[in-house]
């Protein structure tokens, strides 16, 4: 399906101020890196069901992304990097999911988003 862009409802919900932030934050992380590709960032309601995201997955409302590095060790070092600067992140197994929220900051946004 390749990388999606939210809809302009999401992006008015959650703010440009927030979306400006939030890729001068990932730029940061991944400036020096190499060899990486982002697998996922916005997932409509309807894909998120249907690839079995969580109900409040950050995807939905384009907080979140999925990231593929070459090797163990660059996952280590993207990890720290993405942590330093703020993200919360998961290494699932083939990729690293980075989210802007962390998951108690989420539960307190998310149910006032209109999907």
Do not use: C, K
């Not at 409040?56 to 993207?78: G, I, K, L, W």
């Not at 942590?83 to 980075?98: K, M, P």
């Amino acid at each position: 399906m390749g990388l999606v862009s939210p809809p302009p409802h999401i992006i008015q919900q959650i703010g440009s101020a927030f979306f400006s932030e939030f890729f001068r934050r990932l730029g940061n992380a991944v400036g020096p890196m190499r060899g990486y590709r982002i697998t996922n960032w916005y997932r409509s309601p309807a894909h998120n069901r249907a690839v079995g995201g969580a109900a409040s997955s950050q995807h939905q409302v384009a907080t979140a992304m999925d990231f593929v590095f070459p090797d163990r060790r660059t996952y280590t070092e993207a990890e720290a990097r993405f942590r330093a600067q703020g993200f919360t992140v998961f290494y699932e197994g083939d990729h690293l999911h980075v989210q802007a929220m962390d998951p108690v900051e989420a539960s307190r946004v998310f149910p006032r988003i209109r999907l």
